[in-house]
């Protein structure tokens, strides 16, 4: 590719040559919906990705989570209807007060407590891995997404990036 642009007809042209299978990463890492996001976080740091998809203890893909949904949940102030739900789970359905003591220690472990179920995003966008690499490409933009996993039968086997997409352009 050396220094020249490439066009969309270009970028379609080169993708055409491949396939899913050619593009995706097989070794997906997935989380655990019980994880802590503390766990979570350290997870991400310790194999370098920035996302992944979340399962269940049955193995069924429930949501997928990113180092976004981390910073996210890390830098706000829990609602008043978040506490109460926390007071009500530690206390139980017969009642209890949590000083404002023991609200701010909950505040503060809240990383440790709260599960990446609670951060995920349930909704996960796949395809199938006999689908086209320019209509897979599309959908990553119009989404505006950074990961799409790949299916089989409905069984996760892969995930596409855009990075992935974009080494293998550059290896043209």
């Given at each position: 590719m050396g220094d020249k642009l490439?066009?969309?007809t270009a970028i379609r042209e080169a993708l055409s040559?491949?396939?899913?299978?050619?593009?995706?990463?097989?070794?997906?890492?997935t989380?655990?919906?019980?994880?802590?996001v503390k766990r979570l976080a350290?997870?991400?740091?310790?194999?370098?990705?920035?996302?992944?998809?979340?399962i269940a203890s049955d193995d069924e893909l429930v949501g997928v989570v990113t180092q976004s949904d981390v910073v996210r949940f890390e830098s706000r102030t829990p609602t008043e209807d978040e506490l109460k739900k926390l007071v009500h789970f530690y206390c139980g359905p017969f009642g209890g007060e949590l000083s404002e003591e023991d609200i701010r220690h909950m505040q503060e472990r809240a990383n440790e407590n709260c599960t990446v179920n609670s951060i995920m995003t349930?909704?996960?966008?796949?395809?199938?891995?006999?689908?086209?690499?320019?209509?897979?490409?599309?959908?990553?933009?119009d989404h505006e997404i950074h990961r799409l996993f790949i299916t089989s039968g409905g069984k996760l086997i892969?995930?596409?990036?855009?990075r992935d997409v974009l080494r293998k352009l550059l290896e043209e």
């Open positions: 490439m066009t969309q040559h491949y396939s899913l299978s050619d593009l995706m990463s097989k070794q997906v890492l989380v655990y919906e019980g994880w802590s350290g997870f991400f740091v310790k194999h370098g990705i920035s996302g992944a998809p979340v349930p909704q996960v966008l796949s395809v199938e891995v006999d689908s086209g690499v320019s209509h897979v490409c599309k959908t990553i933009v892969g995930v596409l990036t855009a």
